[in-house]
């Protein structure tokens, strides 16, 4: 069965691909055909939904009795499981209403005992007097907490790992050539759905990522994905969301110096501005003007007006920051190691900034009779309170994965923090409104609230305890289990729940 | 222009100095070991220093040479220097100090010397008057090959003379170990350095041993045995004639390299160390004298107090330690007493410091019956200068090696002369 | 740790910024105006006055130099501490768009140990890998401040050049790498010839530009091209050019080029056969910053003598003596001594060669290099004649603040290592 289905699926995506891909230069006759085409398949999924809604007894009833156990939703017949985890509108579309809940909604207090009410992949109402609509599944929620879905500040989740079209080997022979530059890639065309660390993240309780091509020097645009969905399409909540930057070198030519790749992105930015004014002009009155030579990096660059910069030194971010502000972008800082020591220049910058949950630590395979320096080992001390001076200081921050993607090491990187100090609303915020504030789609995302998209995270215990467990999440209103730790407390073996749905 | 005259007078005192028979006179002799004199002489006979006296009369005949507002040192001695194997360091064609192969004790520094090196009238005309050079690769690895370990024997020259049999004062003045190091900084992969380390640390108990063995077989006269140049080379070093002069930086590279040599039972000399760690006692009970490098030099780690190299020389002191200093660099063997000096600033005894470049380094290079000092009986190795040959403005006026007087001019005075002069 | 040392810095700065201090019982080594014993009097960062007998006004700090010397911040003409990254953009000929201002770091600990060698000033360069290097700037060794605070206000900015071996090298290279142009000393003149070229023709799209527009015409402006901004700068005098040099040939190629173009050399760097071309030198008025004896480390360093720096200063060059170098950068005093010892320069010769002869190099000589009422009060404490070889920096003061106390450092030492070893029990114990 789940073959036939892969199958299915495989067959869809490819003629999905192939007529994507050739739609803006297929005939309109060509394009009718192609669109009816996916209106019978939608047709034939959803009748394939109703049927197996018909015939699922779990799903049929909905109302106080069902589930009473919150895990009982488990054992949904096998036939479920393809549907759902292929069809997304089926479960999204479907009202649930998790009642008498802690609900979290991080943009206002905290409900003790509250109903948040789901319906096509969106919140339809929250609050304590919400009744339960006529229709919805309903999950009693006594003893669980329920959050806004954990987003991730910057992250490659979903990327493939060998997205390096110019990722830096060979540089160039100077800034014109613009090594190690994709300005135009953009993570939403690039999303791998399949990718094993979405289904991983989720089991953390993140639901959305902002997610960054992040090799080369400009690596390409971010986008915010939902980090489920069958197709990449699905995901996108935001395509476009900013440049992601390194400081990196080339392995040879240029550039080879830190010096070599600030030079260049200025000088990059330099001819951006002006590449800007003379296809203006040239829009303007393209007679006797030699028409700009196309510059599909400056394109890139000029898509996308804000940067993420890379800071972990105190030196760094106040680098960092003068060469935002000289290049008039917006800038978010990534990094942040030293964030701790470096409040005062974060607070009068007042831009928000990012902060690695990959705390630094000491090398696995080091020699132990050479203590490193005193700077380096205050820096592992105290780079996870940099969260907590933050808060503090009321500087808008938000985490980000930095490379790890088990759930046991982002909650155990998330508990450093608060074990330096950081409140644990303050935690929650930073994986979810902070994020969304900080690209600008709290709008539709990182709190709990009327009309933002149903992204959830059903915990029991609060999130970030030690003995909490993370129930299920909801992306777009579907809904994803987590099956229970398999390994020891303690123990480092692969986390790879079976996040999805049963 | 002062100098100018000097050189003039230096190089009338050239032409006439081809005897090494002379009186010095109307100079403050400092001789390390004694009581300094105020106004003394020095009797010079054969190239020996035959008497040192508050007043000598000449006998008829003898040269005098007028040392008036002069002083008198023994001349100075640099404990580690490639001098006469590299020309221009960054010349491979002119460098002849490292040599293939890791273990090599057959290697002698003092057959490959260049007597003409222009590296020694720049170094003397500074007082340098001996050098310790001997072959070192520093214990890089060529591309491909094994860290060299025994680079071989290194010998203390003379500063003057016309083939390098000449130059010799020691031929074979110690072997020159480079103590395998692990890694200083903290990158990953320290398990593979510590196993390497370790088996290199083997490797060197076993060429010690093998070294035995062939002892035991040539005394036995063992049927069928082979002469073999490296274990004759290791012979003078079981018996405990010749030094082990072993390169180690790190602390703990330092506390290995004083257990092998204990367990070893060779005599240790130790050369170039960077810190001390808790070492100190230990080369001090073990009597083993060190040889330090520029004092003049960066902390080891970031960490380190901003002066830990100044001070590094008085801590030795403090610790009991017999030490002399090298400059492990051709280019600046002249500045040798400054590093004394800062030394001295950074608390060592100013006695101490001149001793380190003068009968330290005789004693630990087993010359000490011959240079080092102005005593009777010794070869007259002497530099007359205007005052503290540790400080940079003093100048040497005269120079002395067994007993000839040397031209003070150099490759940098020849080419000062000429250029002054260019209209 | 670096940041207790700056606290304690701050701390000192604190109490002493921005308010009056004297300086007693020293003796002043001024360099511009001779020898006295007495004190200097500081005031909001500057020098007040200098005299035998200066009365404290109220309120003053008072600092006993206990029978020591005070003289002027060493200047270092030519180091790369502070940089963070590679000192070299080697990948192409011409890396005159790259900037060291850009990667000043701050928290560099060679800066503190500078300052402790005296040295308040400094010009970090760009490496010599580029006939036509990267751009320079001028730093005050300000520990523990940002690096834009590090940078010296008003001190013209400079672009490094380099002849001889290092940008040849890349013409050769060793392994597998891709040779770059050029190859030869023949390659490098025509690289900068060529630079120049571009330079020129930029300049002139610009002036043609920047006339236009006076006149009230609307255009679109040419490409700002970092490369060519730098040069142009060149050009107009606005930047300063320092070039690493060594043999008599290439300086005199240099020279040449550099007239033919119409721009000037301000200072030749090493310049270490400077000495057969110190006419020339002069006559172009080009500045000389050197070693004082190194040699023999390659070729075109054979034929360097130490008494470089004394002849070029009697043909009437303007000498001074730098480091290039972390370790010698902390013991400029006594490499100043040399060139009473060779070449027989006077103590205020020698002391001018690290102090106001770089200032004047580096076009800051208004502000810094000698002790003089107006200029900044960058000073150094010395409890000897700075000129021995035992001498030890006492304090070092940056615009009036102490940034280097030797007490309070040798005090700090322990303390340090018990907060290094607190970190260290901290990391060590399982949480």
Request: hydrophobic letters at 40%; glycine letters at 8%.
């Amino acid at each position: 069965m789940q073959r036939r289905q892969e199958r299915w699926k495989e067959r869809f995506t490819r003629v999905h691909e192939t007529l994507t891909n050739c739609l803006p230069k297929a005939s309109a006759r060509m394009q009718l055909l192609y669109l009816r085409h996916t209106e019978t398949m939608e047709r034939n999924r959803r009748r394939a939904v109703l049927a197996l809604l018909r015939n699922a007894p779990v799903l049929k009833s909905p109302g106080p009795q069902y589930p009473r156990r919150p895990f009982a939703g488990c054992i949904a017949v096998p036939a479920l499981c393809w549907v759902l985890g292929f069809g997304a509108f089926a479960s999204a579309q479907q009202a649930i209403a998790i009642r008498d809940a802690t609900v979290v909604t991080v943009s206002g207090p905290t409900l003790r005992k509250g109903t948040v009410v789901l319906r096509s992949g969106l919140i339809e109402a929250v609050g304590p007097e919400v009744a339960s609509p006529a229709d919805a599944w309903i999950i009693e929620g006594e003893g669980l907490n329920v959050y806004p879905g954990l987003i991730d500040g910057a992250s490659n989740w979903g990327m493939p790992q060998n997205l390096s079209p110019g990722g830096m080997g060979r540089g160039g022979r100077g800034p014109e050539d613009r090594p190690g530059a994709t300005t135009w890639v953009k993570a939403a065309d690039e999303l791998q759905p399949s990718d094993p660390r979405l289904e991983r993240a989720r089991s953390a309780g993140f639901t959305t990522a902002a997610v960054f091509p992040m090799r080369g020097i400009f690596c390409g645009q971010g986008s915010i994905v939902n980090l489920a969905g069958e197709r990449a399409g699905d995901m996108v909540l935001a395509p476009r969301i900013g440049q992601f930057l390194t400081m990196s070198q080339a392995a040879s030519g240029f550039p080879a110096a830190l010096m070599g790749t600030i030079a260049y992105i200025r000088q990059v930015y330099l001819d951006a501005g002006r590449y800007a004014a003379l296809k203006e002009a040239y829009q303007r009155e393209p007679r006797g003007i030699r028409r700009p030579d196309y510059d599909r990096a400056l394109e890139g660059v000029l898509e996308s007006k804000r940067i993420l910069l890379p800071a972990n030194r105190r030196v760094e971010i106040d680098r960092m920051q003068n060469f935002a502000a000289e290049l008039g972008q917006p800038a978010i800082l990534y990094g942040m190691q030293e964030g701790y020591r470096s409040i005062d220049l974060l607070k009068k910058a007042g831009a928000p900034v990012l902060v690695n949950l990959r705390w630094p630590e000491r090398g696995p395979d080091t020699n132990p009779d050479q203590p490193e320096n005193a700077r380096v080992l205050e820096m592992r001390d105290r780079a996870p309170s940099t969260a907590a001076e933050l808060a503090k200081a009321k500087v808008k921050f938000a985490f980000y994965s930095g490379g790890l993607d088990q759930p046991r090491d982002l909650q155990k990187a998330i508990k450093k923090a608060i074990g330096a100090g950081l409140p644990r609303s303050e935690a929650v915020r930073a994986l979810t409104l902070a994020p969304a504030e900080i690209y600008g789609v709290a709008d539709r995302l990182g709190s709990i609230d009327k009309g933002k998209i149903a992204n959830l995270v059903v915990t029991r215990g609060e999130l970030f305890d030690d003995n909490t467990r993370i129930e299920m999440v909801f992306v777009d209103g579907k809904r994803f289990l987590t099956a229970p730790e398999t390994t020891a407390p303690g123990g480092r073996g692969p986390v790879t729940n079976r996040g999805n749905e049963r | 222009m002062r100098p100018l005259t000097v050189f003039a007078i230096f190089s009338a005192a050239v032409w006439a100095g081809d005897t090494d028979t002379f009186l010095l006179r109307n100079v403050d002799v400092y001789a390390v070991v004694n009581a300094s004199i105020k106004d003394g002489a020095i009797l010079v006979v054969d190239g020996k220093i035959a008497e040192i006296g508050s007043k000598i009369v000449p006998s008829k005949g003898l040269r005098i040479i007028d040392g008036k507002g002069l002083r008198a040192y023994p001349g100075m001695i640099d404990s580690g220097t490639e001098l006469g194997l590299a020309e221009v360091s960054d010349v491979r064609a002119t460098v002849d100090t490292a040599e293939l192969g890791v273990f090599m004790p057959q290697l002698r520094a003092l057959v490959a010397v260049n007597a003409e090196s222009e590296h020694f009238p720049v170094a003397r005309a500074n007082g340098i008057t001996s050098v310790l050079t001997f072959p070192s690769s520093n214990g890089n690895a060529r591309p491909g090959g094994e860290r060299q370990i025994i680079s071989g024997q290194a010998a203390l020259i003379h500063m003057d003379g016309w083939t390098w049999e000449e130059l010799a004062v020691n031929r074979s003045a110690a072997l020159h170990l480079i103590f395998p190091s692990l890694p200083a900084n903290q990158a990953s992969g320290y398990a593979e350095a510590k196993r390497v380390y370790d088996r290199e640390l083997q490797q060197i108990d076993d060429f010690f041993d093998q070294a035995r063995r062939y002892r035991i077989a040539k005394v036995g006269g063992a049927p069928g045995f082979k002469t073999d140049l490296k274990m004759e080379a290791m012979l003078p070093v079981l018996e405990g004639k010749l030094p082990v002069a072993i390169s180690a930086a790190r602390e703990q590279a330092i506390r290995d390299a004083i257990q092998f040599a204990g367990r070893q039972q060779v005599r240790m000399v130790l050369l170039h160390p960077r810190e001390w760690g808790k070492t100190a006692p230990e080369l001090k009970a073990r009597n083993i004298p060190v040889i330090l490098g520029p004092t003049l030099d960066l902390p080891l780690n970031e960490d380190d107090a901003y002066d830990s190299s100044f001070t590094l020389p008085a801590e030795a002191f403090r610790a009991g330690l017999k030490i002399a200093f090298g400059t492990f660099d051709n280019e600046f063997v002249r500045n040798l007493p400054y590093n004394a000096a800062t030394a001295v600033a950074y608390g060592l005894p100013y006695e101490e410091a001149l001793k380190a470049v003068t009968i330290n380094a005789a004693e630990i290079w087993g010359v000490r019956d011959q240079i080092g000092s102005i005593e009777k009986g010794k070869l007259a190795d002497l530099m007359l200068t205007t005052g503290d040959p540790l400080e940079t403005q003093t100048e040497v006026r005269m120079l002395f090696i067994k007993g000839k007087q040397v031209d003070l001019t150099n490759r940098h005075t020849r080419l000062y002369q000429k250029y002054l002069n260019r209209p | 740790m670096k940041r207790l040392l700056s606290i304690a810095a701050l701390c000192l700065a604190a109490r002493l910024g921005a308010q009056t201090i004297l300086i007693r019982n020293a003796t002043v080594l001024t360099v511009s105006k001779g020898s006295l014993k007495g004190s200097v009097l500081v005031r909001d960062g500057k020098i007040a006055e200098v005299g035998e007998q200066i009365q404290a006004p109220a309120g003053t700090d008072v600092i006993d130099a206990r029978g020591g010397f005070v003289m002027p911040g060493i200047i270092d003409c030519h180091t790369h501490i502070a940089v963070d990254g590679n000192v070299n953009e080697s990948s192409v000929s011409v890396s005159s768009m790259v900037n060291i201002k850009d990667v000043i770091d701050p928290e560099d600990i060679n800066i503190y140990r500078a300052v402790a060698g005296g040295v308040t000033t400094a010009n970090v360069l760009h490496g010599s890998s580029n006939a036509v290097g990267g751009q320079t700037v001028v730093v005050k060794l300000r520990w523990g401040r940002s690096a834009g605070e590090m940078i010296f206000a008003g001190a013209t900015p400079g672009l490094k050049f380099a002849l001889g071996e290092n940008p040849k090298r890349s013409g050769s290279p060793v392994g597998n790498a891709a040779a770059r142009y050029p190859a030869t000393r023949m390659g490098i003149e025509d690289t900068i010839r060529d630079a120049f070229i571009e330079a020129k023709a930029y300049k002139a799209e610009w002036d043609a530009y920047n006339a236009a527009v006076s006149n009230g015409e609307h255009r679109m402006p040419p490409r700002k091209d970092l490369k060519l901004e730098s040069l142009k700068e060149v050009l107009e005098g606005k930047r300063y050019v320092h070039a690493h040099s060594y043999r008599a040939d290439e300086i005199l190629m240099l020279l040449r080029v550099a007239d033919e173009y119409g721009f000037k050399i301000r200072t030749l760097q090493h310049a270490l056969e400077g000495y057969k071309v110190a006419k020339e030198i002069a006559a172009h008025g080009a500045g000389v910053s050197t070693f004082s004896d190194w040699w023999s480390y390659k070729v075109e360093a054979f034929d360097a003598i130490p008494f470089n720096a004394a002849i070029l200063q009697n043909k009437g060059v303007l000498v001074s003596l730098h480091s290039d170098d972390a370790e010698l950068m902390r013991h400029l005093n006594t490499e100043a001594a040399k060139v009473m010892k060779y070449g027989g320069l006077s103590e205020t010769d020698a002391l001018a060669m690290i102090t106001l002869n770089p200032a004047k190099q580096l076009g800051i000589d208004n502000r810094v290099g000698s002790i003089e009422p107006g200029k900044d009060a960058d000073l150094v404490i010395y409890d000897k004649h700075p000129l021995s070889n035992y001498a030890k920096v006492q304090k070092v003061l940056i615009d009036g603040t102490i940034y280097f106390d030797r007490d309070t450092e040798v005090n700090a030492q322990p303390l340090r290592a018990a907060e290094k070893q607190k970190l260290l029990d901290k990391e060590k114990t399982p949480k």
